[in-house]
């Protein structure tokens, strides 16, 4: 009885998933588009910031420490509510991304998703910064290449290794993190979870294991991709 | 004072190669903290000149070595290289570190590179060079220090002996005007020794400008025009090989001398 029941109710969700799969989708999208965007601009500002921490000036030092120890220490949810409603505020509403069909609450979101992420992501490549010796800096050096290539040619290449794992670590908690963007009017995975949870309550399991599945396979994707990378890197040396 | 012609140390004899002064150090001073690494050094190095550079560990002599491409800067005092002021970091300092090579203690091979890329890197990226002009003339060095059939390895496949000897044809390809070494076979098995003293040697006879910090005296004798003797930080005596060994005129260099020699 109770069996039959519980499998009926199973069913039931799938049945329901099935139809609610639009939705689920274009929640799942939103979230891909905003982790992959922010997720891109976190790497560029995480590596300029890791390079002006290490600089020979002192101004970029003091300005790239001033960065991570600002955005690190705030709580996400107060940098999206920085740029969500404070940057249109005072003035700044990006209204050209009407013109290109993009929703200004989603540039919000990835300027705020991608500066506090850009710290962890400063931190992870210049911990790899760290693990390469010293004296392939100084030969670089004495070979006269500048800052930007000793960085480049020499110390970036070997660092990557031990770069991949945090990194890889912090992009999944970009994903997960992704989702306060829900809060601030952005269509992704757990606006549809919170949608549906409204709406049909009945469904409540279902809508819940659907939006835990999404994010699990977004994290094994990322987490795959470094695993081969990894490897990669390994083999070539 | 302020000349280089009156160094306050007692000039040895001129060395028969010597020629215009290349590399000039004038009333250097460097602090580690409390620490006095280097107390009013003035040296002068000529072109085609082979300095060594010997003294117990701790005297300031590879900290010396470093200061002349500013890999250590100093903290008073003016150094020279070819007529230019040392500046401070930026392209300007860049390019003439480009004009002095530099072989280390622990080689500092481009791990992530072969052996022919670690002698092209600086030429084609630092100097623009053309490529295969390049190639040519790395694979011409690694055959003259006899690691040519190595070319494609990658320096950890390469033993110690074999790696400073590309460090020193790394430095080469840059055409330098003069060579620092800073003691580049303390880290050699005794067997790998020679063969990087005789890369250098050969260096040395063919007029290349070199100041070798080193704890081979043997090198010293054969190849060094001048021995400069360092210790706590100061140049205590300058004279020639056989001058230096035969009758030291410090106390220090006496002392020192007695127990390296007796070993």
């Known amino acids: 009885m109770v069996l039959a029941e519980t499998a009926g109710a199973a069913t039931g969700g799938l049945e329901f998933l099935w139809q609610q799969r639009g939705p689920f989708f274009s929640g799942l999208l939103g979230t891909v588009e905003l982790s992959v965007v922010a997720g891109i601009l976190a790497t560029i500002i995480g590596l300029i910031v890791a390079a002006m921490r290490v600089?020979?000036?002192?101004?970029?030092?003091?300005?790239?420490?001033?960065?991570?120890?600002?955005?690190?220490?705030?709580?996400?949810?107060?940098?999206?509510?920085?740029?969500?409603?404070?940057?249109?505020?005072?003035?700044?509403?990006?209204?050209?991304?009407?013109?290109?069909?993009?929703?200004?609450?989603?540039?919000?979101?990835?300027?705020?998703?991608?500066?506090?992420?850009?710290?962890?992501?400063?931190?992870?490549?210049?911990?790899?910064?760290?693990?390469?010796?010293?004296?392939?800096?100084?030969?670089?050096?004495?070979?006269?290449?500048?800052?930007?290539q000793t960085l480049r040619l020499v110390v970036l290449p070997q660092a990557l290794r031990s770069v991949l794992p945090p990194l890889a670590s912090m992009y999944i908690a970009m994903i997960k993190n992704s989702a306060i963007a829900e809060f601030f009017n952005v269509g992704e995975l757990t606006r549809f979870f919170d949608d549906q949870v409204r709406d049909h309550p009945e469904h409540l399991y279902a809508e819940f294991i659907a939006v835990a599945v999404g994010y699990i396979v977004l994290t094994l994707l990322v987490s795959g991709a470094f695993n081969l990378a990894e490897r990669r890197l390994a083999v070539s040396r | 004072m302020d000349t280089q012609t009156e160094a306050t140390t007692p000039e040895p004899t001129e060395p028969p190669t010597a020629g215009e002064p290349l590399v000039v150090l004038d009333g250097v001073n460097k602090w580690f903290g409390p620490l006095h690494v280097l107390q009013d050094i003035n040296l002068t190095v000529h072109t085609g000149e082979v300095v060594v550079v010997i003294g117990p560990s701790g005297s300031g002599k590879s900290t010396l070595c470093r200061a002349i491409n500013r890999l250590e800067p100093i903290d008073q005092g003016t150094i020279t290289v070819d007529g230019s002021v040392l500046p401070e970091e930026g392209k300007a300092l860049a390019r003439l570190r480009s004009e002095v090579g530099m072989v280390f203690q622990s080689f500092n091979l481009f791990a992530h590179k072969t052996i022919l890329e670690n002698v092209t890197l600086g030429p084609v990226k630092v100097r623009r060079e053309k490529s295969d002009l390049v190639r040519e003339r790395a694979m011409g060095l690694l055959e003259r220090v006899g690691v040519a059939n190595q070319a494609e390895k990658y320096p950890a496949q390469l033993s110690g002996g074999q790696q400073q000897r590309v460090a020193i044809a790394r430095a080469l390809a840059m055409q330098p005007k003069v060579m620092l070494f800073d003691e580049p076979t303390s880290a050699l098995d005794p067997e790998m020794i020679n063969e990087v003293l005789d890369v250098m040697t050969s260096l040395a006879r063919e007029g290349m400008t070199m100041i070798v910090v080193t704890h081979e005296m043997g090198f010293a004798r054969r190849a060094a025009n001048r021995v400069v003797f360092m210790a706590d930080g100061q140049i205590v005596e300058q004279a020639t090989p056989d001058e230096f060994f035969t009758n030291p005129q410090s106390e220090r260099a006496r002392d020192f001398l007695s127990k390296i020699l007796t070993h």
């Open chain 1, 55 to 148: 600089s020979p000036i002192p101004a970029l030092r003091v300005a790239g420490t001033a960065w991570s120890g600002f955005f690190r220490n705030t709580p996400l949810t107060l940098v999206f509510l920085a740029t969500s409603v404070v940057l249109p505020l005072v003035g700044i509403r990006f209204a050209w991304a009407d013109a290109i069909g993009v929703d200004t609450f989603f540039i919000f979101a990835v300027i705020a998703l991608s500066t506090y992420t850009s710290c962890f992501v400063a931190d992870a490549i210049r911990s790899g910064f760290n693990a390469v010796p010293v004296g392939q800096a100084e030969a670089a050096r004495a070979v006269g290449m500048t800052f930007g």
